[in-house]
T-cell receptor, first 113, second 117 residues
């Protein structure tokens, strides 16, 4: 069964204290892995898509990487405005999984000044 | 450019009542989705529509029906609401097209907070 697990569940950081979030997945083939940011009371907002192992993408203080079993979202020198819940999702390769993205439970990040 | 618009934003229903959640997108996307989000469980797919006139069950379809009215609109109906359907519901759309890998990220609406008492 396809599964997406994010860790840790919650992360409290001091401003400037870099850290990494983990998304591990077990799927029968991977079409793509996605990272989203969700602020309280709002819908998820797209950050990155990764398609193959070894791929990396960056946006401001965020960098996403992908291996065959997991993805990391690195937050470098975070600021309070980086506080949010970060969601990971996978698009499995099987025929009957087309369009059926599977989400992890998310990591809630709080960055304090 | 409004993106994905959901109505209503909040709703309280009594057990057994019915209602329809509305969703519209203005990005000319082919694919549309309905998810529910519960604490500690992440987003779970209720239904997916690859194009106008087609729908497919997701992980948690029981108790729900959907209608892809046209390319823009995708509605979710609760025929007889139950307390277990208390949740936050999100509609999303993407330019996902079968056989093409890119442009498959989803754009989400602001959500509908539904409470069934």
């Amino acid at each position: 069964e396809d599964q997406v697990t994010q860790s840790p569940e919650a992360l409290r950081l001091q401003e400037g204290e870099s850290s990494s979030l983990n998304c591990s997945y077990t799927v029968s083939g991977l079409r793509g892995l996605f990272w989203y940011r969700q602020d309280p009371g709002k819908g998820p907002e797209f950050l990155f898509t990764l398609y193959s192992a070894g791929e990396e993408k960056e946006k401001e203080r965020l960098k996403a990487t992908l291996t065959k079993k997991e993805s990391f979202l690195h937050i470098t020198a975070p600021k309070p405005e980086d506080s949010a819940t970060y969601l990971c999702a996978v698009h499995p390769m099987t025929t009957d999984s087309w369009g059926k993205f599977q989400f992890g439970a998310g990591t809630q990040v709080v960055v304090t000044p | 450019n409004a993106g994905v618009t959901q109505t209503p934003k909040f709703q309280v229903l009594k057990t057994g009542q019915s209602m329809t959640l509305q969703c519209a997108q203005d990005m000319n996307h082919n694919s549309m989705y309905w998810y529910r989000q519960d604490p500690g469980m992440g987003l779970r797919l209720i239904y997916y529509s690859a194009s106008e006139g087609t729908t497919d069950k997701g992980e948690v379809p029981n108790g729900y029906n959907v209608s892809r009215l046209n390319k823009r609109e995708f509605s979710l109906r609760l025929e007889s609401a139950a307390p277990s359907q208390t949740s936050v519901y999100f509609c999303a759309s993407s330019d996902l097209i079968r056989g093409r890998v890119n442009d498959d990220e989803a754009f989400f609406g602001q959500g509908t907070r539904l409470t069934v008492v």
